[in-house]
């Protein structure tokens, strides 16, 4: 579940006036409430605008390079590019949030009309929501995948079957996305806004009990955005890391060690990056959430701060998408080796400098915190 801009503006919209809340809006407030509006609408719905247009244009850029050159990796043929099939999918997962990103920019900018009809609000909200479930479960699918990676080599058979595997998951990944976006699409509607000659794009819920089922998508989408992928990702990841704290105690290379310690910050920027980019926003959903069953005390003021702050915590979880290709391509040091063959290296990669590169790849210890298919005895 996310927050649309018709969502926001007709809250916003609410607010202003006597706040007759809709009891059919995406999170808006099922109990009547009169309140004032603390904020600037006008200000939180053009810096919104602004960051969402960022976000679009890094991720863009960003992923689609991501993209391009694992494509173009992966005619080597190479062991170690077998690996990138999560991070390729990843990137295609991110690019096509950012892609949907314009229309949201384009609705929000008109106060939150959206003049799209109601087969593009499903169809963007679907294609916005089954790429944001694939991200997450992606990054999730990597944590687990490179700490067995790591620990079980994957010659002969053994490898097979791990691709296998891999592209299974893939498959797997972007059929539970689409499953998990189902229930919230099929209930997007455009309503006439109640403050104006508008259009909204917007989930309208059952009449008999909306609460409800408002609560039961955002309890879903907490469950399986956060909750479960989370702890996933920062165990395996957790257990990676002592595993190159291991490695490093029974080994006599300086330099070897020096790696590994690279590799274990880096795994630990995997984890906190997640969390400061999704933990927000779910903090503050599952807020709203409490609130709307009533086990969380519903003032004006707590009004005011969720309707802000899901607005901006959800700007801060899509960050993720422009995180996502530094975090898992642009640090590694065979990406960037990926990257100069594709700009500058228009003969053959058998060439001195090649060769120079390569001879430092294999060595490279950093790389097994990305999942190669024959990673380095520790």
Not at 267 to 274: E, P, R, T, W
Request: charged content about 15%; glycine content about 4%; some cysteine.
């Amino acid at each position: 579940m996310s927050l649309t801009s018709s969502d926001l503006e007709d809250l916003l919209e609410s607010l202003s006036d006597l706040n007759f809340s809709d009891p059919l809006g995406n999170i808006s407030r099922v109990d009547t409430m009169v309140c004032a509006t603390s904020f600037n609408r006008t200000a939180l719905l053009y810096s919104t605008c602004i960051l969402y247009s960022f976000i679009f244009i890094i991720g863009l850029a960003a992923n689609a390079l991501v993209l391009w050159v694992n494509i173009r990796a992966q005619r080597d043929s190479t062991p170690r590019h077998e690996t990138h099939m999560y991070i390729a999918h990843l990137a295609v997962a991110d690019l096509c949030v950012c892609v949907t990103l314009p229309v949201w920019v384009s609705s929000l900018a008109q106060h939150g009309h959206w003049p799209f009809g109601e087969v593009a609000c499903k169809l963007t909200h679907l294609l916005f929501s089954v790429n944001l479930f694939s991200s997450i479960f992606f990054l999730a699918c990597m944590s687990v995948d490179r700490y067995l990676s790591l620990t079980k080599h994957g010659d002969g058979e053994g490898g097979v079957r791990r691709r296998l595997f891999r592209r299974g998951a893939c498959i797997a990944v972007w059929l539970l996305a689409l499953v998990a976006s189902l229930p919230d699409t099929y209930f997007m509607r455009t309503v006439k806004s109640s403050h104006g000659d508008i259009m909204l794009c917007r989930p309208v819920y059952p009449e008999e009990n909306p609460r409800e089922w408002m609560v039961g998508v955002q309890l879903s989408f907490i469950l399986l955005g956060f909750v479960l992928p989370f702890p996933v990702i920062a165990v395996f990841y957790a257990l990676l890391a002592r595993a190159f704290a291991r490695s490093s105690s029974s080994s006599s290379s300086s330099t070897v060690e020096q790696e590994r310690r690279v590799s274990r910050r880096v795994i630990l920027a995997y984890i906190i990056v997640f969390l400061g980019c999704w933990g927000p926003y779910h903090s503050v959903l599952l807020a709203d959430a409490l609130s709307q069953l009533g086990l969380v005390p519903l003032t004006c003021h707590l009004e005011n701060v969720i309707l802000v702050a899901l607005h901006l915590t959800q700007c801060l979880s899509l960050l993720h998408c422009c995180f996502n290709p530094i975090l898992y391509n642009f640090i590694n040091r065979n990406y960037r080796y990926d990257l100069m063959k594709a700009f500058i290296f228009k003969y053959s990669t058998r060439t001195g400098l090649a060769r120079l590169i390569e001879a430092s790849n294999m060595s490279e210890t950093e790389y097994s915190a990305v999942a190669v298919d024959n990673p380095p005895q520790i």
